[in-house]
């Protein structure tokens, strides 16, 4: 399957700073690549899904302000958390999907703290 | 609406076999995936179905019945490295993925 990379796998910031979150696709040129936020002991929450060449599609309830979007090329896709909050603080993932199955390959998540 | 159930947690012995049910009401259906989580890391494929029946690969198999909305994943000869959450998931008819909340698996010596 498809490899996906995130960075940073950790970070910590202040509140009121923005952070980027990378995430690469290393073998696979994708068009679609979606990003979710976990919070401890809950379910995979589907945020956005990132389009290359155009605008994210984001789900119900989440901020395209607040959350930024940007899929400028078919091997990476970044989110920016601007103006980060301390509820703003999860674990976030990346997915890549491939194949016939159109199943999801995950990068590594990356762990905000905002403090 | 759109439900996923599954147990939140559950707790085997090593060597034993669990089955870990996933219950679903979606509107659209493309196929259920199962996936594993450890913790603190991202989620890796461990299986999908699309017809009913049952899959099997290596310890893990996974069963379907669609009139039923009924899935289960099957993990045999339990080792402790199995412990960890395991999420149901069905993709829908725009091809993305309605999770479940996950169903954490203890492994007991």
């Known amino acids: 399957g498809a490899v996906v990379s995130q960075h940073p796998s950790r970070v910590i910031c202040k509140s009121g700073t923005s952070v980027k979150i990378e995430c690469r696709s290393l073998?696979?040129?994708?068009?679609?690549m979606f990003w979710y936020r976990q919070f401890p002991k809950q379910s995979l929450m589907l945020m956005a899904t990132?389009?290359?060449?155009?605008?994210?599609?984001?789900e119900q309830g989440v901020e395209k302000d607040k959350f930024l979007i940007n899929h400028a090329s078919l091997t990476l896709s970044t989110l920016t958390v601007t103006s980060a909050h301390p509820e703003d603080s999860s674990f976030y993932i990346c997915?890549?999907?491939?194949?016939?199955?159109?199943?999801?390959?995950f990068g590594p998540g990356t762990r905000l703290t905002v403090t | 609406g759109q439900n996923i159930d599954q147990p939140t947690e559950m707790t085997a012995t090593e060597g034993a076999i669990v089955q870990i049910n996933c219950t679903y009401q979606?509107?659209?259906?493309?196929?259920l995936f199962w996936y594993q989580q450890h913790a603190g890391e991202a989620p890796t494929f461990l299986s999908y179905?699309?017809l009913d029946g049952l899959e099997e690969k290596g310890r893990f198999s996974s069963f379907l019945s669609r009139s039923k909305g009924y899935s289960y994943l099957l993990l045999k000869e339990l080792q402790m490295k199995d412990s960890a959450s395991y999420l149901c998931?069905?993709?829908?008819?725009?091809?993305?993925?309605?999770w479940g909340a996950g169903t954490k698996l203890i492994i007991k010596p």
């Open positions: 990132s389009n290359e060449g155009s605008k994210a599609t984001y």
């Open positions: 179905n699309v």
């Open positions: 998931a069905i993709m829908d008819s725009n091809y993305q993925l309605i």
């Open positions: 979606t509107s659209g259906f493309n196929g």
């Open positions: 073998d696979f040129q994708a068009t679609t």
């Open positions: 997915s890549v999907p491939q194949g016939e199955l159109h199943e999801q390959y």
